[in-house]
């Protein structure tokens, strides 16, 4: 068994900076996959940002790449999202979750963890 709990979102102006942090309990997923989804109002939730734990590949969303930044601390315990140049458009509910095995995936369906979500607002 296992939980996720996300915390660091808010309202920032376009062009700034949110970092986002996913803390794990209940057990280390070092064997895991890692990533971040977003919910935007009347869409799908789609994939962000993806990492290996094991191995540190990562793997990005053309719509974010080269602005966000996806990172996990070596105990197994906690990861991140660092998000830089935000847009209007990133504006949405931001979603932790982790997967068994160490292979990054893009479809949500391949998750078994979630976090409950944070809301991030780009907006002047």
């Known amino acids: 068994q296992g939980q996720l709990l996300e915390s660091g979102g808010g309202l920032v102006q376009p062009g700034g900076s949110l970092s986002l942090s996913c803390v794990a309990s209940g057990r280390t997923f070092t064997t895991n996959a890692l990533a971040w989804f977003r919910q935007a109002p009347g869409k799908e939730r789609e994939f962000v940002a993806g990492c290996s734990w094991n191995s540190g590949t990562k793997y990005y969303a053309d719509s974010v790449k080269g602005r966000f930044n996806i990172s996990r601390d070596s105990a197994g315990k906690s990861f991140f999202l660092q998000m830089n140049n935000l847009k209007s458009e990133d504006t949405a509910v931001y979603f932790c979750?982790?997967?068994?095995?160490?292979?990054?995936?893009?479809?949500?369906?391949?998750?078994?963890?979630w976090g409950q979500g944070t809301q991030v607002t780009v907006s002047s």
């Open positions: 979750a982790l997967k068994v095995g160490g292979s990054i995936r893009t479809e949500r369906e391949a998750y078994t963890y």
